[in-house]
């Protein structure tokens, strides 16, 4: 049964006096809390009731009834991963719970207007948190050629090819999430030749899955100047055919690949609206309420401000604004004057933060640009390319601690998880500790050394655990070769870390990999593909339990956001909570079964904004492949 169906039921009466006092709390409760109608013409933020209120509410020794009461199910308050003892009920009223405990009490909440959810075999979660997204990036992706399901890069240039057949109208052929771990891609050593022969006479930009490097043919690099007196922007490398300096079409990083992006017809502002509402309204679908931008640039924030214009926020919002570390303390300057101007706009939306800041220090392993601390074990030479030198590194995370700002760090390579560290360590020292909630985010690779670096310091482990699985495509047949027989065993330790003490969080890094939580609940207790097979789990030592792996997602998910009142379901905690099809965490079901796991409603704020099954024009992306 559906939130949506639940029945209202009469609370048992015992006395005529009992029936006195109810009505004179529901009086009370009339005059006293906000209705939902007015929460959502709020901002749905309805303050909790004063200690007065509550003592006149409660002296009667009836309770304010309540909107919804669950029961007769599993429901885990989840207010830790050893603690996971599921409670009888839970009562709603307004956007708060105001109980979680016993049926027996859970009945005092009930009034002729409440409506009594039996779960039978479904079970209650705490609204969920996705702590590395791309909103707009992924909402937007449907409207160009998506080549995520691209097994080969044969099969890529077909989906190209069959694409720009249907678009002949199009003066651009743009196309995302090539897989670099298909086969034949990341070894291609000549894509402007194959875009060429496909496209002769119109501009074509591929960007591959990990958003870190992109295909371009001739047209499209003449057009951005990129010719074979073009120069290596700091950070970044245009590909180069063979020993001469003509460019070959792989552009790497965002100084490279920026020169033709640019170029290419952008959307329009109604589209990216749209694209942000539908990619929530996608991760409403999964139980997620709570999301943290992992790049947020002018245009997502436009696009998100837009709904909450409109009232149509069904998720709070972490934005990190994006901060090019490369360009040293002036970025700390712009950063902080940009946050300074939409802070000071009347209009400043409730829902959203905008306290965190985003920094790059490397690329990806597969396109040869994480910084390592030694060189590659093959195919390219060096080490890798930090985006800035270790001293600048060091200054501007603590410039942007120093102004209260949370730092979002994206990191690969062990060189650059060491020197975002180095930065975190410097910062306390010369700031002093704070409640600062830094984490960096991906971490294929931790030298082990640096392991308990991160309880040490106070710094979150942001994991993407889809990718730590050892059927994946990057872990068997690209990062081998590349990272040597030592560290490809370092590769994504989330077991090393939270064994350490420190704190986990994580994210789906969508639409570069799937937003569902439970395909990456599973991979973190399998060190596995989901692909329903028994298999030994690759790196064994670096499993963690289903509790441990659900604590990342909701209670944990909720800190790493300052979201202190949602992730664990108790009394005065916003009801942010989620119903599923069965019980993820019985101990006894199978962990190759977690996947299936269906979310039927998710509520936010006290209101049911998913009901499935809902149709969701949104394709995501079903590799796990990078950032």
Not at 323 to 334: I, L, R
Not at 424 to 441: L, M, Q, T, W, Y
Request: glycine content about 6%; proline content about 6%.
């Amino acid at each position: 049964m559906k939130l949506s169906d639940a029945s209202p039921r009469k609370a048992p009466v015992e006395s005529d006096a009992f029936v006195k006092a109810l009505s004179l709390s529901a009086l009370l409760c009339t005059l006293s809390l906000p209705s939902l109608e007015s929460a959502a013409a709020s901002d749905l933020r309805v303050p909790p009731p004063t200690p007065a209120q509550k003592v006149e509410a409660f002296s009667t020794n009836v309770p304010p009834p309540a909107d919804y009461v669950f029961w007769d199910g599993k429901i885990y308050p989840m207010q830790s991963p050893e603690s996971t003892a599921p409670v009888e009920a839970i009562a709603v009223r307004g956007e708060r719970i105001v109980f979680v405990g016993s049926k027996s009490e859970a009945a005092h909440f009930i009034s002729g207007d409440t409506k009594v959810v039996e779960l039978g075999k479904r079970t209650i979660i705490p609204g969920m948190t996705d702590a590395h997204i791309h909103l707009l990036e992924g909402g937007l992706l449907n409207l160009d050629c998506n080549l995520s399901d691209a097994t080969s890069v044969d099969k890529a240039l077909s989906q190209l090819a069959e694409y720009a057949k249907q678009h002949s109208d199009k003066k651009w052929i743009k196309a995302a999430n090539l897989p670099l771990g298909a086969e034949g891609v990341s070894k291609h050593l000549d894509p402007r030749t194959a875009l060429d022969k496909l496209f002769p006479d119109r501009p074509a930009y591929v960007v591959t899955d990990t958003g870190h490097s992109a295909w371009a043919n001739s047209i499209a690099l003449k057009l951005a100047g990129i010719d074979d007196s073009a120069q290596d922007a700091a950070g970044s490398t245009i590909g180069r055919r063979g020993s001469t300096r003509e460019p070959n079409g792989w552009l790497l990083e965002r100084g490279a690949y920026e020169r033709v992006a640019n170029l290419v017809p952008g959307y329009s502002f109604e589209e990216k609206t749209a694209a942000v509402k539908n990619s929530i309204r996608m991760l409403n679908s999964f139980g997620i309420v709570n999301i943290i931008e992992a790049r947020t640039e002018a245009d997502d924030i436009r696009a998100i401000f837009e709904l909450a214009k409109q009232s149509a926020l069904t998720a709070h919002l972490r934005l990190s604004l994006l901060a090019d570390v490369s360009k040293g303390m002036q970025t700390v300057a712009e950063t902080l004057e940009l946050k300074r101007q939409l802070k000071s706009t009347n209009s400043f939306p409730n829902e959203i933060s905008l306290d965190a800041v985003k920094i790059f220090l490397d690329g990806t392993v597969e396109d040869h640009n994480a910084a390592l601390e030694n060189d590659y074990s093959c195919c390219v030479s060096g080490r890798g390319i930090p985006r800035a030198p270790e001293e600048t590194v060091r200054d501007v995370i603590v410039a942007f601690d120093r102004a209260g700002m949370q730092i979002h760090v994206h990191a690969i390579g062990d060189r650059a998880v060491r020197m975002a560290l180095d930065g975190f360590e410097a910062a306390r020292k010369i700031n002093g500790a704070r409640d600062s909630r830094h984490h960096i985010a991906h971490l294929q690779v931790i030298n082990p050394r640096d392991v308990p670096r991160f309880a040490e310091l106070g710094v979150a482990a942001n994991f993407q655990a889809i990718w730590a699985s050892g059927d994946h495509p990057l872990v068997v047949g690209v990062n081998p070769e590349l990272l040597g027989p030592v560290r490809v065993n370092w590769q994504y330790p989330i077991g090393a870390v939270f064994k350490s003490g420190g704190a986990l969080v994580f994210g789906s890094d969508w639409p570069v990999t799937s937003a569902n939580p439970f395909l990456a609940v599973q991979t973190a207790v399998t060190r596995r593909g989901p692909d329903h097979k028994e298999s030994p789990p690759w790196l064994a030592e670096q499993l963690i339990t289903v509790p441990q792996a659900i604590d990342g997602f909701t209670r944990k998910g909720a800190w790493i956001s300052f979201r202190d009142d949602m992730g664990t379901l108790k009394a005065g905690n916003l009801a942010d909570l989620v119903v599923l099809n069965g019980d993820v965490l019985d101990p006894n079901r199978p962990k190759t079964t977690i996947m299936n796991a269906q979310v039927e409603e998710t509520m936010f704020r006290g209101k049911v904004i998913y009901t499935s099954p809902e149709k969701l024009d949104i394709k995501s992306s079903p590799k796990t492949d990078q950032r």
